[in-house]
């Protein structure tokens, strides 16, 4: 499958002032801009500026990134499942999952996560795909925004849905280990039966439970 990436941007007002949000980033000048130290919700911001450089050189990663002149504020990653997750166990093409986004605290609450997912799907090539996307509550910032995992949980939901993924009943252990986690996806519309039949197998490895 041919990954091909076209680069879109806006220009947003926040109460910091303008920021910029786009992408696909190449790998290139993401090495070249700095990264908020506040960008730590999976590991200190230098060693997530050198993972999301590297998301970015695969042929099918994509990184959309919110920035203040030249520092990074906030970040959404798309690339193929962990080869250790289920949902790499079936290699589909055209199946990507959105891995990890992320904006400081102080930006939250002001839209610019949506407007992330926004420019996401701005690029047509997007309708190609399966995207997936699966919420843990332990990845999820209760401390820093007040919520318990239950709001939480509708926050990000009603942030997907913004870009039309939806909730997917699944037995993978790790969702089904607490109620809060789930699976989203947004299915392409160009995106084919046998895709959706693949995922569905994904989906259930023990349908004799249902």
């Known amino acids: 499958m041919k990954h091909t990436k076209t680069f879109y941007s806006i220009e947003m007002e926040t109460r910091h002032g303008l920021v910029t949000i786009e992408g696909p980033v190449p790998s290139q000048l993401l090495e070249e801009y700095t990264f908020h130290e506040d960008l730590i919700s999976f590991r200190p911001s230098k060693q997530q500026q050198k993972a999301l450089v590297e998301i970015a050189k695969l042929e099918e990663g994509r990184i959309i990134i919110i920035r203040k002149d030249e520092t990074v504020v906030g970040y959404v990653t798309y690339l193929y499942p962990d080869p250790l997750e289920r949902w790499a166990e079936d290699q589909i093409e055209n199946m990507i999952e959105l891995g990890a986004i992320e904006v400081i605290p102080s930006y939250r609450g002001c839209g610019v996560g949506k407007k992330l997912l926004l420019v996401s799907f701005m690029d047509d090539a997007m309708e190609d795909y399966l995207v997936i996307t699966t919420e ?38 790790e969702i089904t280990s607490h109620p809060a986690n789930c699976l989203m996806a947004r299915v392409g519309k160009r995106v084919n039966n046998d895709t959706m039949e693949r995922f569905d197998r994904l989906r259930f490895k023990n349908r004799f439970m249902y």
């Not at 995992?149 to 699944?170: G, I, P, Q, S």
């Open 136 to 173: 843990y509550y332990w990845h999820w910032d209760l401390k820093g925004t007040g919520l318990n995992v239950w709001d939480y949980r509708k926050m990000m939901e009603r942030l997907m849905k913004n870009v039309d993924f939806a909730y997917y009943a699944t037995d993978d252990p």
